[in-house]
C-alpha cells in the first residue's frame, strides 16, 4: 500500500471547518484513499472513502486533486466531539484476506471553544 | 451497518496469568478479522490476520505462542494473551472486514499487567 504522510497535530477552533492534509504521492490507479478517526481510548472509526471524485456524506467531505497525489478531510463545522486522531491510509478496496489496514501516525486534531 | 463488539473492554490480572478477549461480528459474518495493539500515544500495529477455520498469520515480531488466535466461527475471534507480564499492557482493538469490504473495528481492550 502507498504511504501517506500527515501532519502530527493541528488545531480548529469550533464551529470552524477543520482540514486536514494528507500527501498519498505514490498513490496507484486502484488504491483508494480511506480516512477514519480513532476518539481516545475507542477503536477507529470509519469516516469517508473515494478513489478520485470528491466524496460527501453526514460526516466530512473528501477533497482528492487531480493528480490524486493527495487529498484533503474536511469536517464543516467542527464540535469538540471531532477532537480525535484522524487516519489516512491509501488501500486498494476489496475484500481479500491478509488487505488489513496498515496505520501511520495520523493527524491530532485539537478542537478548541 | 456492521458492528462489532469487543469484550472486555478493560481487565486488570496479574503478571504470569492468561487474558482471553473476545471479538464478535454482530450483524454479518466475518471471514477474516485483525488484530491490533496499541501502545500510549502510538498508533495501531498489526499483530494478526485472523481468518475462519484456519490458523492465524502473524506479523514479524509477534510471537504465537503468546498471542494465541482461535477463529472458530464466522462471527467470533479469540485473542489470548498468555502469561502476560507488564510489557504487555497495551490497548488491543480487533477489526473485522465485512462482506462488502470495508472494515469495522471493535471498541477495544485495556489491558494492565501489574
Known amino acids: 500500500d502507498a504511504k501517506t504522510t500527515q501532519p502530527p497535530s493541528m488545531d480548529c477552533a469550533e464551529g470552524r471547518a477543520a482540514n486536514l492534509p494528507c500527501n498519498h504521492s505514490t498513490i496507484s490507479g486502484n488504491e483508494y484513499v480511506y480516512w477514519y478517526r480513532q476518539i481516545h481510548s475507542q477503536g477507529p472509526q470509519y469516516i469517508i472513502h473515494?478513489?478520485?471524485n470528491n466524496e460527501t456524506n453526514e460526516m466530512a467531505s473528501l477533497i482528492i486533486t487531480e493528480d490524486r497525489k493527495s487529498s484533503t478531510l474536511i469536517l464543516p463545522h467542527a464540535t469538540l466531539r471531532d477532537t480525535a486522531v484522524y487516519y489516512c491510509i491509501v488501500r486498494v478496496a476489496g475484500g481479500n484476506a491478509g488487505n488489513m489496514l496498515t496505520f501511520g501516525g495520523g493527524t491530532r486534531l485539537m478542537v478548541k471553544p | 451497518g456492521a458492528v462489532v463488539s469487543q469484550h472486555p473492554s478493560w481487565v486488570i490480572c496479574k503478571s504470569g496469568t492468561s487474558v482471553k478477549i473476545e471479538c464478535r461480528s454482530l450483524?454479518?459474518?466475518?471471514?477474516?478479522m485483525f488484530w491490533y495493539r496499541q501502545f500510549p500515544k502510538q498508533s495501531l500495529m498489526l499483530m494478526a490476520t485472523s481468518n475462519e477455520g484456519s490458523k492465524a498469520t502473524y506479523e514479524q515480531g509477534v510471537e504465537k505462542d503468546k498471542f494465541l488466535i482461535n477463529h472458530a466461527s464466522l462471527t467470533l475471534s479469540t485473542l489470548t494473551v498468555t502469561s502476560a507480564h507488564p510489557e504487555d499492557s497495551s490497548f488491543y482493538i480487533c477489526s473485522c472486514l465485512t462482506g462488502i469490504g470495508g472494515y469495522t473495528f471493535g471498541s477495544g481492550t485495556r489491558l494492565t499487567v501489574v
Open positions: 450483524d454479518f459474518q466475518a471471514t477474516t
Open positions: 473515494g478513489l478520485k
